[in-house]
């Protein structure tokens, strides 16, 4: 049997720190076919001069774009691999990563999206801890609202794209979350537990740094997702369940933000009106301020890594 095509997609916008190690990542993994793009928005940090180091061993373009979601978009049309991914210029896959998707892939025909282990990693590549993945079910993935599926360590086959679609270029920081919601409606995910990815938590990286949009596309997605007419009824009943606990995500994320108090109180009171007995810590964190935050960052660590 043929082996599939694999093609990866890097978006890139001047991450020349990290880039080079993203690189080697994915060229390093020995698979064959592997077709490798990476789209960058028109760095001025050295970026470029790391790409054109590789020769023909990838694809790359450069030119200003609209986003992170739109240079995907973007990969994935150029891209010809029936089995295609992203990962960002500053996360890495581990050894054997794409080898083991596609002898998955090709034992499970009827899976259409597979997710593995991601572990936390610092901006020097040192381990944090372990991503909180775990399987997934539709409605629980919905009501938690909790993102349990690690973004660098998703593979999807191609005949998602022609389904659900390409990421939402509206969105910035939670088009990921957001293509897991739509694609859940229809397509067959699976869990595959072993390690894939690297995840690197650093100050630079956007879902650190733009905590506060982060929470307002949240509240979006999930309006916008309860509005579709195609909702499964057993989805439609845990309604405000949901909306309730994405209004309590909103808030820790703006609590986090460090530039929000009042928008984190705002959303922390709107999941209390969805559900009063639905009582979780941002409800009291929205009101604690910057002593709060320093409480519990010396108490907890690095606050990207806290799950309510």
């Known amino acids: ?175 990921d979350f957001d293509y897991w919601l739509r694609a859940g409606l229809s397509r067959a995910f699976a869990y595959l537990p072993v390690p894939l990815a690297a995840l690197r938590v650093h100050h630079g990286a956007k879902s650190v740094s733009h905590l506060k949009s982060f929470a307002s596309e949240l509240v979006t997605i999930y309006h916008r997702l309860f509005l579709r007419d195609d909702l499964p009824d057993l989805v439609r009943a845990i309604q405000s369940q949901a909306m309730s606990n994405i209004y309590y995500r909103a808030a820790s994320c703006a609590f986090w933000s460090g530039q929000d108090d009042s928008g984190a109180r705002q959303y922390a009171l709107q999941a209390w009106r969805y559900r009063p007995l639905n009582v979780r810590p941002p409800l009291v964190l929205a009101f604690s301020g910057k002593w709060g935050r320093e409480i519990l960052t010396r108490w907890r660590g690095n606050p990207f890594l806290l799950r309510w």
């Open 1 to 175: 049997m043929t082996a599939p095509v694999v093609s990866i997609v890097t978006p890139s916008l001047n991450q020349a720190q990290f880039i080079r190690a993203t690189i080697e990542s994915v060229l390093g993994q020995g698979y064959s076919p592997l077709e490798y793009w990476v789209v960058d928005g028109g760095s001025t940090d050295g970026t470029l001069e790391i790409l054109r180091g590789y020769g023909e061993q990838l694809n790359w373009v450069s030119e200003p774009d609209e986003g992170q979601a739109s240079a995907i978009n973007r990969g994935w049309r150029l891209a010809r691999g029936e089995i295609i991914a992203y990962l960002n210029a500053d996360d890495v896959y581990l050894p054997g990563a794409i080898d083991r998707v596609a002898e998955f892939f090709a034992a499970h025909p009827g899976v259409d999206i597979v997710y593995g282990d991601c572990d936390y990693v610092d901006a020097t590549g040192r381990f944090i801890q372990t991503y909180p993945t775990r399987v997934y079910d539709y409605v629980d993935f919905v009501r938690s609202t909790i993102d349990y599926i690690p973004q660098p360590a998703v593979f999807l086959r191609r005949r998602v794209l022609e389904s659900v679609g390409y990421l939402d270029e509206r969105l910035s920081l939670a088009m």
